[in-house]
């Protein structure tokens, strides 16, 4: 209040300094300028005063015109602001200093706007004669609904109205057919409501009521393709229109738009239209919207307490998920909760706690919980026994689930013993099993654990484990049939794989395998030199396979066999045999040459295909040559094979030249994993910085280009590139490419051998690991904004044959002990 | 905060056999060529609930987003009943009021 007094003071101080002279005392064209100024410059307030104030002094048709005018657009304005009761003074005003003929359209739009709608009426009816009758025409649609609103009782026993009103008046002729069609409406009376409509005149100011009445009935009976079409007619001045037509749009049933609605863009206007028209309470439906007001600012405590009022709009099960999703983000509306939907049950109190914190990402304190709904599970509501049984197995493979993903301190990366963890999540996993024990993924899972930790008992174990429960899962079987095949166990080895082709005799990894296992035991008889057993498998291989590169490669191997064995014309028609069906001569010499020299075949019996292979590959150097022949030297390598022959040799020759070929990113990449294979690291860090130029965003080039760059030692690492490691790390997580997470991990591991960096799940902050080992180094050599690929070095062989005096100097300063690799 | 059970309209205690029969007619009233979000949503719902085990783990494990969107959707989509007389003609006087407030502005 004193706020305000003070305003009022300060604008009369203002208006005293901008007129020095009062208005009263102002020579009139002085005052006359003045007031012309306040009206263009929509001070209404001040030219109203002016003008009366002149024509106080001098009757002139131009001011008084300017005054009304004046009058005019200040009701205008305080209207807009919701001042009604202002607007009345202003209206009594112009009653008092002009007549009201002067503008009767005028008059009743604002005695209608100021909430004075019988005087509206009486204005009208007492206007409506044949002087004003065209300029009161627009009036008639504004008055109808007004008319319809109001009762009979209201409108013909209030003296004042029934006087004036005109019975003749269409306005007042029609009122009763269309009040019955309404009435008939929201009764469900449709038929009723139809043949009331008929009777509504076109030319009648109700009608409007005709399309707005059918579009209801075609709402209400749930097609609102036609309700939409009659809404649509309206004319867009009529006030019906701006009543549905948005409000159909909206609740459009077969509109996808409808699902992406927006709380904040919707005017709460139509809201209410629509919520209306479903038949909700006007009042129910401000607390509505009060409510959700609140939630979206995020006063939840508030708007759990409108819960209660809100429940007779949404389903209560609805309303108990909505504040249960409230309590997952914050459990102190616990007690709010209780006050509006009662007590929860222990197990459902453990339930949210533990979501509550996994969506904090502490799956430590999350798994704490899990394991109190495990034991209050006797607690919770579920059908029957056995879903009990498959919540809590659920539950034991949460837990496990989130000990892969536990942050761990930065202390806590530096153990040597791995196994704590994999012991807690198999434990965890094999609980899980006693309560489903049909759950497949788990038997995976064990099985993978138990691989990564290289414990090939367990693995076997809970292969079989799985094999008992699924006899027909042909994934389980392959890895059963390897597993055996490792231990060279190879009757069992082809037995799984037999059973899978009964059922699914065109399994390509099954026939691979079994192809793989005869060449195997043919190899092994070869050793012995029992051709004839020899003979046995690669007939059975052959077999395997009719036709085809593979058929071909088994055929070259049988048919060296045969050389060996002093069938040098069988094996050499053999082998031609195979390298027709190989499809490609390159590779087929190429597979001759290795194969020759593993089984030892004195190089005179098989000169013929070296010559043959130098030369082709003298004469070109293409993609597909390329590809080809590391179809073929890829498998061998991880025989350990390559490095002891000349066939490395040739490969890699072969892959200088090819350099300049044009490749796509997989080409690069398999000659990177290629050379990486055979160590090969300057070629390496050639092909990948090729790679790095070429797709920026594969990530995997920056592990071979390292690799390479530092010839596979890296305990020389520099600051900025393991800095671009870690960089690379985030960005392939980000990219979901977990691969290339986890290959560039291992190069981190390798740099810190004692340290284990989890895959998944929180990544240790490299940052303070970094700190660790380089002290402030990282501070000096980089920028804040790393890119990972912004130092790529053309022809940079130093940093692994550099003398390391800077990085021990380093070490020194920072009084790290330099044991020669880092810790 | 509609449940798949909601969105397949259906009831908490359905079958299996019962789950999947909603959810073929809803994919029929609904197909995703022409109402591709709607379908979305209904395939979403069904994968949640279409086998004992994915309902068990809906129910441990799933966390509504509190989105005060989805309550707006499904307060606009209840039908409860048809509006009363007096209601309709009070909302039409009122938006003739509301209208004319800002008249010479319109």
Known sequence: ?823 | MRSPFDILEIPESSSDAQIKSAYLNMIHQYPPDRYPEIFKEIKGAYEKVSTRRNRVSHRLFHVHEPDVNELLYIALKTKKKRISENTLLKLISDTVVERLKGYENK
């Open chain 1, 1 to 823: 209040m004193a706020r305000k007094k003070h305003k009022k003071a300060k604008k009369r101080l203002k208006y005293k300094s901008r007129e020095s002279v009062s208005p009263d005392k102002m020579p009139v064209d002085v005052l006359a300028q003045k007031a012309m100024e306040y009206l263009n410059e929509n001070k209404f307030r001040d030219a109203i005063s002016h003008f009366k104030i002149l024509l106080k002094r001098e009757d002139n048709s131009e001011w008084r015109d300017c005054l009304f005018e004046a009058y005019k657009k200040r009701s205008d304005e305080l209207l807009k602001k919701g001042m009604t009761k202002d607007v009345l003074v202003i209206l009594d005003h112009i009653e008092s200093t002009f007549t009201l003929e002067r503008d009767p359209v005028f008059f009743i739009k604002a005695l209608i706007a100021a909430g004075e709608t019988k005087k509206a009426i009486q204005a009208f009816f007492s206007f409506n004669n044949d002087r004003y009758k065209e300029s009161l025409k627009e009036l008639e649609s504004i008055l109808a609904p007004l008319l319809l609103s109001l009762d009979d009782e209201t409108l013909l026993s209030d003296s004042g109205v029934t006087k004036e009103i005109d019975n003749n008046n269409p306005l007042i002729v029609y009122r009763d057919i269309v009040s019955d069609a309404i009435k008939a409406v929201t009764d469900g009376r449709d038929d009723a409501c139809e043949s009331l409509i008929r009777k509504i005149p076109f030319k009648s100011p109700y009608r409007d009521y005709r399309l707005f009445l059918k579009g209801l009935i075609s709402y209400y009976n749930n097609n609102i393709a036609e309700a939409s079409i009659s809404f649509k007619k309206l004319p867009q001045s009529s006030a019906l229109k701006a009543l549905v037509d948005n409000a159909v749009m909206i609740i459009n049933d077969n509109s996808e738009h409808t699902r992406m609605l927006q709380f904040s863009s919707i005017p709460h206007a139509d809201i209410t239209y629509i919520m209306a028209l479903n038949g909700h309470d006007i009042k129910l439906i401000k607390d509505f919207l009060i409510f959700l007001k609140a939630i979206s600012k995020g006063n939840n405590k508030y708007s759990l307490s409108l819960f209660k009022r809100v429940f007779s709009i949404i389903d209560i099960d609805i309303m108990k998920r909505f504040a249960v999703a409230l309590l997952v983000n914050d459990i102190s509306l616990k007690n709010a909760y209780h006050s509006v939907f009662g007590p929860i049950s222990s197990f459902e109190e453990n339930r949210i706690m533990a979501l509550q914190y996994e969506c904090k990402y502490k799956f430590g304190e999350a798994n704490n919980y899990w394991q109190k709904c495990i034991s209050t599970s006797d607690d919770s509501s579920f059908e029957d026994e056995d879903e009990r049984k498959l919540a809590i197995a659920f539950l034991y493979r949460r837990i496990a689930s989130n000990l892969g993903k536990m942050e761990r301190d930065y202390d806590e990366f530096w153990y040597d013993d791995d196994d704590d963890d994999y012991d807690d999540i198999t434990e965890h996993l094999e609980l899980s099993l006693k309560y489903d024990p049909y759950h497949i993924e788990t038997y995976n899972r064990l099985i993978n654990l138990n691989k990564e930790m290289k414990d090939k008992k367990e693995t076997i174990k809970w292969t079989e484990k799985l094999l008992e429960k699924f006899p027909d899962d042909i994934p389980a079987l392959l890895e059963a049939s390897s597993m055996a095949y490792e231990r060279r166990a190879f009757k069992k080895a082809i037995d799984y794989l037999d059973h899978i082709l009964e059922f699914d005799p065109i399994n390509r990894e099954a026939r691979d395998k079994k192809i793989d296992i005869h060449i195997t035991k043919a190899r092994k008889h070869i050793k012995e030199k029992k051709f004839h057993l020899s003979r046995k498998e690669f007939a059975a291989a052959v077999t395997l396979e009719r036709v085809g590169e593979r058929n071909g490669s088994v055929r070259i191997k049988w048919g060296l066999m045969e050389i060996l064995a002093g069938e040098t014309e069988k094996g050499k028609e053999m082998i031609k045999e195979g390298i027709e069906s190989a499809g490609s001569s390159l590779s087929a010499l190429f597979l001759i040459n290795i194969e020759a020299k593993r089984m030892g075949i004195s190089q005179l019996l098989y000169k013929e295909y070296t010559t043959e292979l130098e030369k082709y590959l003298k004469s070109k150097v293409e993609r597909d040559g390329v590809l080809e022949l590391l179809k073929i030297a890829i498998p061998y390598v991880d025989i350990d094979y390559v490095g002891k022959n000349i066939d490395k040799k040739t490969t890699i020759e072969y892959l200088k030249r090819a350099i300049k070929c044009s490749f796509n990113e997989a080409d690069i990449l398999t000659i990177c994993l290629y050379l990486d294979k055979v160590k090969e690291y300057k070629q390496l860090k050639e092909f990948a910085n090729k790679g790095m130029t070429l797709y920026r965003e594969s990530n995997m080039f920056l592990y071979y280009y390292i690799w390479g760059k530092y010839k596979g030692a890296l305990f020389n690492l520099s600051p900025s590139d393991s800095k671009r490691i870690a960089s690379a790390i985030e960005d392939s997580k980000k990219r979901g490419d977990l691969k290339t997470a986890g290959m560039l991990i291992s190069l981190l591991e390798k740099l810190l051998p004692n340290m284990r960096i989890p895959f998944s799940g929180a990544m240790p902050k490299f940052e303070k690991i970094f700190q660790h080992i380089f002290g402030d180094v990282l501070d000096d050599e980089d920028d804040d904004h790393f890119d990972p690929f912004g130092e790529i070095d053309e022809d940079d062989d130093s940093s692994n044959n550099r003398d390391d005096s800077s990085s021990k100097s380093r070490r020194q300063k920072k009084d790290i002990p330099y044991t020669g690799r880092l810790f």
